[in-house]
């Protein structure tokens, strides 16, 4: 190499950006006399030391804490002609330089020299650092995986959760892991956020380990990013309370159906007592008979609601068109109303295709528009509207054709608080002798039985929405057949 040369090298490689050494080795077997011979401009960047003070002197009078580390071994292996190396960060301190962390590559160099090409990434490894820590110390389970679901970083919270060591699972296939996981709506969140970039949530519970896990996977540019937490503790609270609360209701619905046909046969014997000691006189007699008649048929009529509530009926559903159903019960409905109530109807243009019992469906319409006259006080409307579209401010998981049906009164408005019970089963802020509180549950019982739903929007001062939703054909159920329970469970969505 001429002189040129060796000055047209100097500059260019002043110019990296990566800090530069060139150490000789002076004693064959000694790291310790590998002498600093050539530094460039950027390793006073790196370093924060002065060419002119370390140039010229051996390699552990410069950087004493370098002696520590496998630097001068691997310097002295390459100088005698190994072969070029990354070592792994170091992390050098001492009196004159500030904590640092360097990236550092070694290479042979001719003349029993060595070249040593290093990196601050101290600002960088710092915040992977920091990150890394949030991780380690969060209370969530966390762990990545790359796009072949392959485990890439488990933090210390998934052990006892997964029961599984982290070491044991690091670049593990997922599936082959945990293959039980297949199928469960874990499977599926993890899936939809591979397949469509989103971020998923699931909560159920992971018959394997015997938890319930709530987890989250969030999309990253190559694989994903899962927190989860055992809530097995929470879901058994949780769970608990609403037995409480189904077994308070059940409590509360026995007492009231014994009330009602307790009422019902003490009419019924008193009758019978009566007619019996007037047995000589038919028509008194006649008249007390037919008193037993009535009350029997009130039995009746009680235990047709209770199947009704049971979800129980039978039901003879056929293809009808709804705005047809409305229109012809509308002038029996008005009937219904005292004058200041306007009944406005607001039908699809196109017929409303409904698969679904027609007496049942003119008994829901005629609950909910019985509900709506008796939440307005002076005068308002109720407004029927029928559609083929859900109503696009409603929040709904119905995805097949359906019909659409909704209720909407100018009334008092339901309470937040009895908003939770309005389904239960005689369950009425109404004085006894108006209301009986099993509309909304028969209700709820047809609409359960015939493969709908139904949802509740209520604003106190303003009124109240009821939307039923009913399958347009027979292979069209918008929900699956619900096990009635009791009517604790609100099915209030909107
Ligand atoms: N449109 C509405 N506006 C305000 N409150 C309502 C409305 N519909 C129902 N509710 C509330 O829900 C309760 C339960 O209704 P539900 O129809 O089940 O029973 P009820 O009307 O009281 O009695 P029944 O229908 O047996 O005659 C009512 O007492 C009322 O407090
Ligand atoms: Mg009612």
């Given at each position: 190499?001429?002189e040129?040369d060796?000055?047209?090298?100097?500059?260019?490689v002043?110019a990296?950006?990566v800090?530069?050494?060139?150490?000789?080795?002076?004693?064959n077997?000694?790291?310790?006399?590998?002498?600093?011979?050539?530094?460039?401009?950027?390793s006073t960047?790196a370093?924060?030391?002065?060419?002119?003070?370390?140039?010229?002197t051996?390699?552990g009078e410069?950087f004493?804490?370098l002696?520590q580390?496998?630097?001068?071994?691997?310097?002295?292996?390459?100088?005698r002609g190994?072969?070029?190396?990354r070592?792994?960060?170091?992390?050098?301190?001492?009196?004159?330089?500030?904590?640092r962390?360097?990236?550092?590559?070694?290479?042979?160099?001719?003349?029993?020299?060595?070249g040593?090409?290093?990196?601050?990434l101290?600002?960088?490894?710092?915040?992977?650092?920091?990150?890394?820590q949030?991780l380690?110390?969060?209370?969530?389970?966390f762990?990545?995986?790359?796009?072949?679901?392959?485990?890439t970083?488990l933090n210390?919270?998934?052990?006892p959760?997964?029961e599984?060591r982290?070491?044991?699972l690091l670049?593990k296939?997922?599936?082959?892991?945990f293959?039980?996981?297949?199928?469960?709506?874990f499977?599926?969140?993890?899936?939809?956020?591979?397949?469509d970039?989103?971020?998923?949530?699931?909560?159920?519970?992971?018959?394997p380990?015997?938890?319930?896990?709530?987890m989250?996977?969030?999309?990253?540019?190559?694989?994903l990013?899962v927190?989860?937490k055992?809530v097995?503790?929470?879901?058994r609270?949780?769970?608990?309370?609403?037995?409480a609360?189904?077994?308070?209701?059940i409590?509360r619905?026995?007492?009231s159906?014994?009330h009602?046909f307790?009422?019902?046969l003490?009419a019924?014997?008193?009758?019978?007592a009566?007619g019996?000691?007037q047995?000589?006189?038919?028509?008194?007699?006649?008249?007390?008979?037919?008193?037993?008649?009535?009350?029997?048929?009130?039995?009746?009529h009680?235990?047709?609601?209770?199947?009704?509530?049971?979800?129980?009926?039978?039901l003879?559903?056929a293809?009808?068109?709804?705005?047809?159903v409305?229109r012809?019960?509308a002038s029996?409905?008005?009937q219904?109303?005292?004058?200041?109530v306007e009944?406005?109807?607001d039908?699809?243009?196109?017929?409303?295709?409904?698969f679904?019992?027609r007496?049942?469906?003119?008994?829901?319409?005629?609950n909910?528009?019985?509900?709506?006259?008796d939440a307005?006080?002076?005068?308002?409307?109720?407004?029927?509207r029928t559609?083929?579209?859900?109503p696009a401010?409603?929040?709904?998981?119905?995805?097949?054709?359906?019909a659409w049906?909704q209720?909407?009164?100018?009334g008092?408005?339901i309470?937040?608080?009895?908003a939770?019970?309005?389904?239960?089963?005689?369950?009425?802020?109404?004085?006894?002798?108006?209301g009986?509180?099993?509309?909304l549950?028969t209700?709820?019982?047809?609409?359960?039985?015939?493969?709908g739903d139904?949802?509740v929007e209520?604003?106190?001062?303003?009124?109240?929405t009821?939307?039923v939703?009913?399958?347009?054909?027979?292979?069209?159920?918008?929900?699956?057949?619900?096990?009635?329970?009791?009517g604790?469970t609100s099915?209030?969505?909107a």
């Amino acid at each position: 190499m001429t002189e040129t040369d060796d000055g047209v090298f100097a500059r260019i490689v002043d110019a990296l950006d990566v800090g530069i050494y060139v150490y000789r080795l002076e004693r064959n077997d000694d790291p310790g006399s590998l002498r600093l011979v050539y530094a460039n401009a950027a390793s006073t960047t790196a370093t924060g030391l002065d060419v002119a003070t370390i140039i010229g002197t051996p390699l552990g009078e410069a950087f004493p804490a370098l002696m520590q580390t496998d630097l001068p071994a691997t310097g002295l292996a390459i100088a005698r002609g190994g072969e070029a190396r990354r070592l792994s960060d170091i992390v050098y301190e001492d009196d004159r330089v500030a904590r640092r962390v360097f990236a550092v590559d070694v290479f042979p160099l001719p003349e029993q020299s060595v070249g040593i090409a290093f990196t601050n990434l101290t600002g960088q490894r710092g915040a992977e650092l920091q990150a890394t820590q949030t991780l380690e110390e969060m209370s969530d389970a966390f762990f990545t995986l790359d796009s072949e679901w392959c485990f890439t970083y488990l933090n210390p919270q998934t052990e006892p959760i997964l029961e599984r060591r982290r070491p044991d699972l690091l670049g593990k296939n997922m599936w082959e892991e945990f293959p039980e996981v297949i199928g469960t709506p874990f499977h599926e969140a993890y899936e939809r956020a591979a397949r469509d970039r989103v971020t998923t949530h699931a909560e159920a519970s992971y018959a394997p380990l015997g938890r319930y896990i709530e987890m989250r996977a969030y999309p990253l540019p190559d694989g994903l990013a899962v927190y989860f937490k055992d809530v097995t503790t929470e879901r058994r609270i949780a769970d608990q309370l609403v037995l409480a609360q189904r077994l308070e209701a059940i409590g509360r619905v026995t007492a009231s159906v014994a009330h009602d046909f307790n009422n019902l046969l003490a009419a019924i014997g008193g009758f019978a007592a009566l007619g019996e000691a007037q047995h000589d006189d038919p028509a008194s007699a006649g008249r007390y008979f037919h008193e037993i008649s009535l009350a029997s048929d009130r039995a009746v009529h009680l235990t047709r609601q209770l199947l009704a509530i049971g979800g129980q009926q039978e039901l003879d559903p056929a293809t009808g068109d709804l705005n047809e159903v409305v229109r012809e019960f509308a002038s029996l409905l008005a009937q219904l109303l005292p004058t200041p109530v306007e009944l406005v109807l607001d039908l699809a243009r196109q017929s409303v295709p409904v698969f679904a019992d027609r007496s049942q469906l003119e008994q829901v319409l005629l609950n909910l528009v019985v509900n709506a006259r008796d939440a307005i006080e002076e005068g308002g409307t109720i407004s029927i509207r029928t559609s083929t579209q859900a109503p696009a401010d409603l929040v709904h998981d119905v995805s097949v054709d359906a019909a659409w049906l909704q209720v909407t009164d100018t009334g008092s408005g339901i309470p937040p608080e009895l908003a939770p019970r309005i389904f239960e089963p005689f369950f009425s802020t109404k004085p006894e002798e108006l209301g009986t509180g099993l509309g909304l549950a028969t209700i709820y019982g047809i609409v359960s039985q015939s493969h709908g739903d139904i949802y509740v929007e209520s604003v106190v001062g303003t009124g109240t929405t009821m939307t039923v939703v009913l399958p347009a054909h027979a292979s069209s159920p918008v929900t699956a057949p619900k096990l009635l329970s009791g009517g604790t469970t609100s099915p209030r969505r909107a």
